[in-house]
């Protein structure tokens, strides 16, 4: 009885990326755990209920055919717009942002159901259109993107609009897009930067300014930048050891638990920690891509392609981030950060690579 229902649930997982995944998780576990105090296991259970959810959530997208994923695609899609306009209009406001709609039973961030719904949208776009691409084509799939990522830096959240972005951007790039379009297109990105500098906010602007010199406002907006890299300086090689990291234990390092989590990890095992976080990340990142490789159709090889290289930007942005290199954009660091959404939706996503991993056959449609 055992051995079967083990049989039922391990039937739709790619062994390799859930092995890596299971790793990494636990890893994150662990560092929860330190930088919730070292004396609390109220944040470890919360997280891993988190995790239960978003395993359970991967399971059933994992047992839903490549060819039925496609079909939920523009459902989806349309789906997630209506309610990106009805947080521009009905929104609530926290922190100055309107990121939230109240449903009445419950509060949903619908940009959150994007990162999902875009990158599926635009596979199932270029799918049907895959016999004599254009360049109209790329431009229409170019306004599928710009849709959803316009009202979500209305909200304002700059951070996941640059995510879901890129993911759209990695589908339209992986389905066949010129490189001479590419570079044109970021020549005139750079000339542009002067008027999208004046597009920014206040307080996104000075996150770039203080990227430049932190030390020219130490105790606030500098603060976190100053603090996350001396706690991973402080880490040394092999790093300070389980809840000895002064930095993170003593309450210096802000947001500890999410969004600069990497800086206890560092603090605490060293570049050797750090070494072997990256090789889960390049695991993880070069199955998905063996995927993507081997996949029947174009629907699947752009979707798995994209939610490859989008997990791979999200890692890269927060260690960017915590580390001093690219300005503040609260991006959590994938499958270690505190927080259900975000673990929810990265999960989501995997769930898709191991439906396209383990359905050998994918009927178009």
Do not use: C
Not at 82 to 92: D, K, N, S, Y
Not at 149 to 175: E, H, W, Y
């Amino acid at each position: 009885m055992i051995s079967r229902l083990f049989e039922i649930l391990a039937r739709r997982i790619d062994g390799p990326l859930m092995v890596a995944l299971v790793l990494t998780v636990s890893l994150g576990l662990t560092v929860v755990y330190s930088a919730s105090g070292g004396g609390s296991l109220d944040r470890v259970m919360g997280q891993g209920r988190n995790l239960a959810v978003a395993l359970a959530a991967l399971w059933i997208v994992a047992n839903i055919p490549p060819q039925a994923l496609m079909r939920l695609a523009v459902p989806a899609y349309v789906g997630g717009l209506v309610l990106l306009v009805g947080v521009a209009l009905f929104g609530e406001v926290r922190n100055g942002a309107r990121r939230w709609l109240n449903l009445g039973f419950t509060t949903i961030q619908p940009s959150e159901i994007m990162k999902i719904a875009v990158p599926l949208m635009l596979a199932w776009y270029f799918q049907r259109h895959e016999e004599g691409l254009k360049l109209r084509d790329y431009a229409l799939a170019a306004i599928l993107l710009a849709l959803p990522v316009g009202l979500i830096v209305r909200q304002p959240d700059l951070g996941t609009a640059l995510l879901i972005f890129a993911s759209g951007f990695f589908v339209i790039f992986l389905a066949g897009l010129s490189w001479k379009i590419i570079v044109s297109l970021g020549v005139t990105g750079l000339a542009l930067l002067p008027v999208l500098w004046g597009m920014l906010h206040d307080y996104q602007r000075r996150r770039v300014l203080t990227l430049i010199d932190p030390m020219e406002d130490p105790l606030g907006a500098g603060y976190h930048i100053i603090q996350s890299t001396i706690a991973i300086g402080s880490g040394g090689v092999l790093g300070k050891g389980w809840l000895n990291g002064t930095q993170a234990q003593l309450d210096f390092v802000p947001e500890r638990s999410t969004d600069f989590i990497l800086a206890v990890y560092g603090e605490e095992f060293g570049l050797a920690g750090n070494l072997v976080l990256i090789l889960l990340y390049a695991l993880i990142v070069a199955r998905g891509l063996m995927i993507a490789a081997n996949a029947s159709t174009t629907f699947a090889r752009l979707t798995a392609g994209a939610i490859s290289l989008t997990f791979f930007t999200y890692a890269f942005v927060n260690m960017g981030m915590v580390s001093g290199i690219l300005p503040v954009v609260g991006v959590p660091l994938p499958l270690m950060s505190y927080g259900g959404t975000a673990l929810l939706s990265m999960l989501v996503g995997f769930g898709v690579l191991m439906s396209i991993s383990t359905h050998k056959q994918l009927v178009s449609s």
